[in-house]
């Protein structure tokens, strides 16, 4: 949600969204998420919140992961992960075409754990995935297509990631086969 007072102010309580911004070192762009302060330094760059987890991913330029604490620079074609509870943040490589690749209908890994991909699946495809602790933390490297829906998109997945598929409470499961 933009601030009405501040156009260089935002906040974002839960989902994803892409930002482009323009620079202006005089009015950096800020963005309040999950507790922390995101700074632009002229950039694109994709933040997701999920219920436990902040992620943040540069695409061109810079953002400053809480400039006013730990001030961790975020450069184009690196990603961040913080999760809920624990003081660390951990920083790993992305290929900057990958940031914002959902808007075209495409998720890809290089290594995500299960659980992550099924919290994107979720939150894309509009109805509730949950990996079994059996298989969350299982990394993952690959694309998947979001093209047709739940169905067809969850009918793929075993193979895919040599899980188990199942419906489940209004959504689906995915456990070890």
């Known amino acids: ?18 930002f482009e911004v323009r620079h202006d070192a005089a009015h950096p762009f800020a963005l309040d998420v999950a507790g922390v302060t ?12 999920d219920p436990r987890e902040l992620g943040v991913a540069v695409a061109d ?15 184009a074609g690196q990603a961040l992960a913080q ?5 660390a943040v951990s920083l790993s490589r992305i290929a900057p075409g990958e940031v914002g690749a959902w808007r075209t209908g495409r998720l890809s890994y290089d290594g995500s754990p299960i659980a992550r991909v ?15 602790p059996a298989v969350a933390t299982r990394p993952f490297r690959g694309v998947i297509g979001l093209q047709g829906g739940a169905e067809p998109v969850m009918a ?22």
């Not at 999760?83 to 003081?87: E, H, K, L, P, V």
């Not at 099924?118 to 079994?132: E, K, Q, Y």
Request: net charge positive; no cysteine; charged share 30%.
């Open 1 to 18: 949600m933009l601030d009405r007072r501040d156009p260089r102010r935002a906040t974002l309580d839960r989902g994803q969204a892409v």
């Open 38 to 49: 995101l700074m632009d330094a002229g950039t694109v760059f994709e933040v997701t919140r």
């Open 61 to 75: 330029g810079m953002v400053v992961y809480n400039p006013e604490q730990e001030a961790i620079r975020v450069g």
């Open 83 to 87: 999760t809920d509870g624990r003081d």
């Open 118 to 132: 099924a919290a994107d699946l979720s939150r894309n495809l509009g109805v509730p995935i949950t990996a079994s």
């Open 156 to 177: 793929s997945l075993g193979p895919l990631l040599d899980v188990r598929v199942e419906r489940a409470r209004g959504g689906w499961s995915l456990s070890a086969r």
